[in-house]
């Protein structure tokens, strides 16, 4: 069955944004570029974006899931509840595996500090998080035409 609410139509298609359109540009294009800078501009960009994003995203991602699961509850739509299920392995992902490597690399005070190795780590994570994201997309998107 598909979303007949205009207003909940609406609520899918912006969790449906963020679930790939934000996530996805640090993989595929940000980090492999910032990855090429000498250790010094790695470790601003890293830490400081890693602060900043650490302290934004919990919001959002909270934001998201709200919207998915009002928008699920309301529409009655398997595929919409399929993608509640996903957010929510996505988010035990973030929480469980992301936030700790995010938060040591947030730590870097010094060219010393950098690990280039861990921020790999939390970028190879991070795209198994935007493909579960993206089979989100997927789900919503089926749902919402079908």
Sequence with gaps: MAVEDPGVDQVMKMADQHALGDVGDAAAFTNPLVAKLPDEPYRIFRSGGSRLLGALMPFWYIGTLVALVAGAVVSGNVLALAAVAVMAVALLLTVSVLVPINNRIGA???????????????????WVRVGLLATLFVALTVGMVA
């Design 108 to 126: 870097w005070r010094s060219e010393d500090d950098v690990n280039r190795d861990l921020a790999s780590r939390w970028d190879r994570l991070h």
